[in-house]
T-cell receptor
Framework: KAGVTQTPRYLIKTRGQQVTLSCSPI?????VSWYQQTPGQGLQFLFEYFSETQRNKGNFPGRFSGRQFSNSRSEMNVSTLELGDSALYLC??????????FGPGTRLLVL | GQNIDQPTEMTATEGAIVQINCTYQ??????LFWYQQHAGEAPTFLSYNVLDGLEEKGRFSSFLSRSKGYSYLLLKELQMKDSASYLCAVRDAQAGTALIFGKGTTLSVSS
């Protein structure tokens, strides 16, 4: 069974731009969670989607948003990028409330 | 609120045993996870504890004491490839299915 896939793997943007990241969960998994990982803050929860509905949201500004499609694929969007948004963005999928399996991540650099 | 503490760095030699501790404070404990993350890669699932006691899986074991808010990951017969960051994460009932991560423990295994 294929693992979680994320695209793109690397991205360079400039301040003020917006970015969209994509995540395809493991087949059969309906839960998709997004995390931001930085050296200073570690892994921090952004939000979780289950059956196309946002089920949970972390403590991030409204510039961070997401959605989930009927095939469970998910996208997250960051608008008006700031230098501090440079991070590894990880997507994790799960069956429901069980173990989450992470994708390889998208490394975003904001210049 | 939630708080998770684990040592920042540990060193050990090949063939040895190492124990990585994790203490946590949550409003409503609902499971503890350990992940391994090699540099530049995604976290990979190691273990899950929700009841007190020891869970053994090959060279890796994880222990949980809910009354003490304490867990440890035990790695036996250390190999060079075990050099990685080990992340302790807690699921808090008040945070839904989100995982709250510690900052991680960087383990360096030398020959």
């Amino acid at each position: 069974k294929a693992g979680v896939t994320q695209t793109p793997r690397y991205l360079i943007k400039t301040r003020g731009q917006q970015v969209t990241l994509s995540c395809s969960p493991i087949s059969g998994h309906r839960s998709v969670s997004w995390y931001q990982q930085t050296p200073g803050q570690g892994l921090q929860f952004l939000f979780e989607y289950f059956s196309e509905t946002q089920r949970n949201k972390g403590n991030f500004p409204g510039r961070f948003s997401g959605r989930q499609f009927s095939n469970s694929r998910s996208e997250m969007n960051v608008s008006t990028l700031e230098l501090g948004d440079s991070a590894l963005y990880l997507c994790a999928s799960g069956v429901g409330g069980e173990t989450q399996y992470f994708g390889p991540g998208t490394r975003l650099l904001v210049l | 609120g939630q708080n998770i503490d684990q040592p920042t760095e540990m060193t050990a030699t090949e063939g040895a045993i190492v124990q990585i501790n994790c203490t946590y404070q949550t409003s409503g404990f609902n499971g503890l996870f350990w992940y391994q993350q090699h540099a530049g890669e995604a976290p990979t699932f190691l273990s899950y504890n929700v009841l007190d006691g020891l869970e053994e899986k090959g060279r890796f074991s994880s222990f949980l004491s809910r009354s003490k808010g304490y867990s440890y990951l035990l790695l036996k017969e250390l190999q060079m490839k075990d050099s990685a960051s080990y992340l302790c994460a807690v699921r808090d009932a008040q945070a839904g299915t989100a995982l709250i991560f510690g900052k991680g423990t960087t383990l360096s295994v030398s020959s």
